[in-house]
Structure formats: C-alpha cells, structure tokens
C-alpha cells in the first residue's frame, strides 16, 4: 500500500486528504459514488440524499449491487471518497478480514452490501445469478436459507474497536509484530468480567448470560485455530497450546475480537429462531461495547516483535 498504509488504516472513516471534515462542511454529493463503512468491512454506495441535520451532514446511501432494503442514512464519519488510496485500504481490509474470491459466489457475500471488488467478481461468474434469485426469496419470505439467517446477524463493530482491527492485522502482518503470550487478561478473564459487569448492573445473575458467554467461549477455542489466525501466528499457537490447554486461557482481547467478525458467517449455520437470535445479536453487540469501554485494559500496545524475529533467524 505504500509507506502511507499504516495512517490510513489508522484513520478509519477518513476524506482523501486525511483529515476529518469540519460538521457543517458537505464533503460529499447527491449522485456520488463512495466507499462506505458497513459493520467491519467496506463497501461501494452511492449518495442518494445528503442534508444538515443539527449542524452535521446526513447521507442517504444506497449499497451498490444489493437491495434497497440496506439503504441507510450515515454521518461523514462513515463514507470515503472514491480514490486510489481507498480502494486500496479496501482491499486491505478485506484481506485482513479473510474475504476471498470462494466466499463472493457463496452465501457470506449475500448477507451483506457489495464492495467493489465483490460486485466486478459477481458480473464476471455466471453462477452467481442462481444465489441471487434465492436470496430474494427470502427477502419475500418464500424461502428461508442460512443466508437468511446469517442476514439477521449484523454486529456493528463500534469505531474505536475497527480501528483496533486494522492495527491488529497491520502489527502482525505488516511490521511482524505478535501479541505476547500468555495475555493477561485472557478470553476467560474477559468473560468473568462481562458476567461480573452485567450481573452488578442488573441485580440478577441470568442464566442466558451465562449460557451466551459459554458459547462465546466455545466458538472461541474452536474457531480460533481455524480462521483467526494469522499465518505468521500459527508457529507461536503450536508453541503455546497443545495437550488440553484451551486458547481462551492464552489468547486475549486481540484475538477475541477477531471472533465477532466471523460470527455473522458462524451463526448462519445455527438452527435458531428468528427471535432468538434477535436477542442474541443485542447481547453480542452488549459485549462489544463493553470491551470498546475497556479497551485500554484488554488490549495490549504494542505488540511484541521479538517472536516473528526469532522465527526467521532459525528459519
């Protein structure tokens, strides 16, 4: 991306020219085409509406390539210009997130608005026209599927914690920085905390609460290994869990994170009632915010580069 990635991952909802606009400065067009944040990733939209709403920009947007249905109104904070340099940190964030061609033609690229690079991959595969038809299906309520589902499931990350995304993945993969293990607090550490926290705030200790943290855990241990590390991990994990040991005793918030990213496309397979994971995407989203209100105790600055270092001197 050039010696200007790191800042423009750091400067998330950015205008071309890095800085934040002023509230009363419209920055952005009716008829425009953008980038636009929608949960962790990026995606192509286009301004359909733009007004000045208690001194401060609203833009109606509508999501290039999907339903209008996902049209929304966004602050500024939320839309990038069209450029190069955006594109590209789309891509980059995209590579970090795990997207990759296979899961555009599948049933995670259904559940949320294109991004550019999905919808120049849709107009080239043929296939892709058979997955729209029941997707919109289930739109109507004929059909229900796991993109259906998956669709019910939209985590958005809070800003601050998107940041903390992009710079996980720019440490590791960027400037061969890992987290440092054993991580103090851990996954289980963070977990007592939440069900302390929500147990003092609402005077009760539930069992649902107790049930969605056992699960979080669960997911956790098992998806860990399989799709939320990076390659440059993989070594350390060997290294630090083996026999019974279980991830969420090692890993920490970093990792942790990386998991509600995944669990739109993890819960699609879930047979659960509409309702029920209603409740549950409101729980999920409780626990994000209580780790964005804890974010200088959970997450560790800077990363380590020692270890990446001694792997390639024995390499």
Known sequence: MGSSSKEEAAAEGDTSSGDTPPSNSNIFSEGERVLAYHGPRIYEAKVQKAELRKK?????????????NWDEWVSADRLMKLTEENVMKQQALDKKLGVDKSSKSGRSSQSKPKSSADAKADKEDPKNTAPKGRKRKSDSGVEKDNSSLEKLVKIQVPSTLKKQL?????????????????????????????????SKKDGIMTDSIGEILKGIRCYFDKALPVMLLYKKERQQYHEFVHDDVSPSTIYGAEHLLRLFVKFPELLAYVNIEEETLTRLQQKLMDFLKFLQKN????FLSPYDGSKVLEETVRK
Request: hydrophobic share 35%; proline share 4%.
């Open 56 to 68: 401060e920009w609203k833009y109606f947007v509508h999501y290039l390539g999907w339903n209008k």
């Open 295 to 298: 974010q200088s105790t959970f």
């Open 166 to 198: 992009v710079d996980d993945w720019d440490f590791v993969t960027q400037q061969d920085k890992l987290v440092k293990l054993p991580r103090s607090p851990n996954v289980d550490d963070i977990l007592t905390k939440y069900l302390e926290y929500r």
